[in-house]
């Protein structure tokens, strides 16, 4: 099946910094999210990116399909970003498959 | 809509007893519904999935199985629990067609003694 790696595992950085956080995945894919996980486990939705880019905010993603990666930014770096990103895909010739997700990256922003 | 609810949302439970969670989605019909594990530490593992009523995948051998007796209904059973079963258990559901956004409920945190 299709392999996905999140870098880097770990990020510290301070309040009002930003960050660039690299999901390679090793197949063609149909789908592709961006995923923040909140204290309490809930996996909220950030991008939906199989390809392209979009925004939202003080956050950005770029997925560059063709070379089978994709970048998640977050600029301005507040506390309340802190938290696991995940991202996920889905392989485009596998037919009726789930997500498979990355080990996420595990953030904190400190004040 | 993409609410969806999973209950019970925490449960502790000694090894070898029966397990059922159950997801209830509202929104789209016809969805895709889908549960994944994490174990603690670790990234999300898809276990089943559902194109429809009665209609399961098992994407995992283990010691689980699935149901799903309504279009908008999604169980996960165990009939004996194991340590191992312990983790964060989460539905998910995407509009039908597999290349459609998928959005997460809010999980069960199982814990086998």
């Known amino acids: 099946g299709i392999q996905v790696e999140q870098s880097p595992p770990d990020l510290i950085l301070q309040e009002g910094a930003n960050s660039t956080l690299r999901c390679n995945f090793s197949?063609?894919?149909?789908?592709l999210q961006w995923f923040h996980q909140n204290p309490w486990g809930q996996l909220i939705n950030l991008f939906y990116?199989?390809?392209g880019t979009k925004q939202n905010g003080r956050l950005s993603a770029t997925t560059v399909a063709t070379e089978r990666y994709s970048l998640l930014y977050i600029s301005s770096s507040q506390t309340t970003d802190s938290g696991v990103y995940f991202c996920a895909a889905m392989y485009s010739g596998g037919g009726a498959d789930g997500l498979t997700f990355g080990k996420g990256t595990h953030l904190i922003i400190q004040p | 809509s993409q609410t969806i609810h999973q209950w019970p949302a925490t449960l502790v439970q000694p090894v070898g007893s029966p397990l059922s969670l159950e997801c209830t989605v509202e929104?789209?019909?016809?969805?895709?519904l889908y549960w994944y594990r994490q174990a603690a530490g670790r990234g999300l593992q898809l276990l089943f999935y559902?194109?429809?009523?009665?209609?399961i995948s098992s994407e995992v051998p283990q010691n689980l199985s699935a149901s799903r007796p309504q279009d908008r209904q999604f169980i996960l059973s165990s009939k004996k629990l194991l340590l191992s079963d312990s983790g964060f258990y989460l539905c998910?559901?995407?509009?039908?067609?597999?290349?459609?956004?998928?959005?997460f409920g809010p999980g069960t945190r199982l814990t086998v003694l």
């Open positions: 197949d063609s894919v149909n789908n």
């Open positions: 990116i199989p390809s």
């Open positions: 998910a559901k995407s509009r039908d067609g597999w290349y459609n956004e998928q959005f």
């Open positions: 559902s194109v429809g009523i009665g209609q």
């Open positions: 929104g789209t019909s016809n969805p895709n």
